[in-house]
């Protein structure tokens, strides 16, 4: 008799959060669950706040009932918001050692979002160079000279730090142009860039735009 009444409570206590859950109470709902130990009715929890982009409360319930397919959902919903560090929390939830593959996935898709902070971290987790590579191309092509010339550095790219050089020149930067001409050991580009830079702080450039200023190499240029 003892035992059938307190089989009877739980089904009671376990409709009741059933209940709260479809009224989308989900908070109240999971309390009730967890004292019954139905891992069912935690995983539908989680569904609900899934459904209403809860994804945080949704992953600490798919880890509390180790459901591996829920798992693999909130993983593709961190990434799709950006978000690495959870992306790849929840990743090494389900792979005790994340695949290189896996890494290098998620830096396609932070790619093709535009996201290059996002995909730097990846590719650098997947030891992918070329990825790497990659990457201070877009860098380039954004005329994030900064972030492309750290990168070139990583990489030992030489060829690839003068282009930058030689961006730095066009855009008038002619100090950090130097800088970087000194770096790769290119007298030719040091001095270019050093005349360029005595131009441009000539008396007769001041208050000119950089493709306005006197060109060093003009025959006619008075500094």
């Not at 590719?123 to 990825?131: L, Q, Y």
Request: glycine share 8%.
């Amino acid at each position: 008799m003892v035992d059938f009444l307190f089989s009877k409570k739980k089904r009671d206590e376990r409709k009741q959060a059933e209940e709260l859950l479809a009224r989308g109470d989900a908070d109240a709902a999971v309390k009730i669950f967890r004292q019954l130990g139905h891992t069912a009715g935690l995983r539908a929890a989680a569904e609900h706040y899934l459904a209403h982009n809860n994804v945080k409360k949704a992953a600490q319930l798919y880890e509390e009932t180790v459901c591996t397919e829920g798992l693999h959902r909130v993983a593709g919903l961190w990434l799709e918001r950006g978000n690495f560090s959870e992306t790849e929390r929840v990743l090494k939830l389900i792979h005790r050692e994340v695949p290189a593959a896996e890494y290098l996935r998620l830096a396609r898709a932070f790619l093709e979002r535009g996201d290059l902070a996002a995909a730097e971290k990846a590719f650098v987790a997947a030891g992918h160079e070329a990825g790497l590579g990659e990457l201070a191309e877009r860098y380039l092509d954004k005329h994030d000279l900064g972030n492309a010339v750290r990168l070139l550095r990583r990489l030992g790219d030489r060829d690839g730090l003068a282009r930058c050089a030689r961006a730095y020149l066009d855009a008038g930067d002619f100090s950090r142009a130097e800088k970087l001409f000194v770096e790769l050991g290119d007298e030719t580009g040091r001095r270019d860039a050093a005349a360029r830079r005595a131009a441009a702080s000539s008396p007769a450039a001041a208050g000119l735009r950089p493709d306005e200023r006197p060109d060093p190499d003009d025959p006619n240029f008075k500094p």
